[in-house]
């Protein structure tokens, strides 16, 4: 059975710095992972997907690594925002119904 | 291009009721997947549909849930006699093509159940 963690649940920086997400999973044979946002009381926005068979993906301030035989995921937020403040949530996608198995999420706060 | 469209977007019921949730996906999409949010859990998959066709309802209750997507308008998620622990957020996704390995889910703005 495919299990998703996150550390830390909830992470605290100020306006400005670099901070990485990390995201662990324990089955190695997914098909893609999935890097989310959500905001409180909101939906699910797709941040990044990378696919198995990739070594990163990059959208703006965000970049996601995956390496895949070692279980691992890190994200990335270069230069943070205090709009960046937000639940981060990391979903690998693997199984028959290729579903996806979801972490229980970063919660960050960027502070001005 | 409209995004998932999910409806109602907050539902109360109280104990014994039935609570209906309504899925539109994205246009061109014939693939749609529900997920549940527990209060201070994480989302969880519930089930797997195609058009007329339940893939994988693995993660659902096998009591009082059920779940359909007509050939002809939304997925239906259905909650018959809803208890206290139903209360949640529910998330219908819709990708193009189920089992392709490169598929992307795109999710919907969730229905916030409350049962009373």
């Known amino acids: 059975k495919q299990e998703v963690t996150q550390i830390p649940a909830a992470l605290s920086v100020p306006e400005g710095e670099n901070l990485v997400l990390n995201c662990s999973f324990t089955?190695?044979?997914?098909?893609?992972l999935q890097w989310f946002r959500q905001d409180p009381g909101k939906g699910l926005t797709s941040l990044l997907l990378?696919?198995?068979?990739?070594r990163e993906q990059t959208s703006g301030r965000l970049n996601a690594s995956l390496d895949k035989s070692s279980g691992r995921s890190t994200l990335y937020i270069a230069a943070s925002q205090p709009g960046d403040s937000a639940t981060y949530l990391c979903?690998?996608?693997?199984?028959?119904?290729?579903?996806?198995?979801f972490g229980s999420g970063t919660q960050l706060t960027v502070l001005p | 291009n409209a995004g998932v469209m999910q409806n109602p977007r907050h539902l109360v019921r109280r104990r014994g009721q039935e609570a209906r949730l309504r899925c539109s996906p994205m246009?061109?999409?014939?693939?749609v997947y529900w997920y549940r949010q527990l209060p201070e859990e994480g989302l969880k998959f519930m089930v797997y549909?195609?058009?007329?066709?339940?893939?994988?309802e693995s993660g659902m209750p096998k009591e009082r849930f059920s779940a359909e997507f007509p050939k002809e308008g939304p997925s239906i998620l259905r909650i018959q006699q809803v208890v206290r622990g139903d209360s949640a957020a529910y998330f219908c996704?819709?990708?193009?093509?189920?089992?392709?390995?490169?598929?992307?889910?795109?999710f919907g703005p969730g229905t916030r159940l409350t049962v009373l």
């Open positions: 246009k061109g999409h014939s693939h």
């Open positions: 549909l195609q058009k007329e066709n339940i893939i994988d």
């Open positions: 979903a690998v996608v693997s199984g028959s119904a290729r579903q996806l198995t």
């Open positions: 990378i696919q198995s068979s990739q």
């Open positions: 089955d190695s044979a997914i098909y893609n």
């Open positions: 996704a819709s990708s193009p093509l189920g089992s392709a390995s490169y598929n992307e889910q795109f």
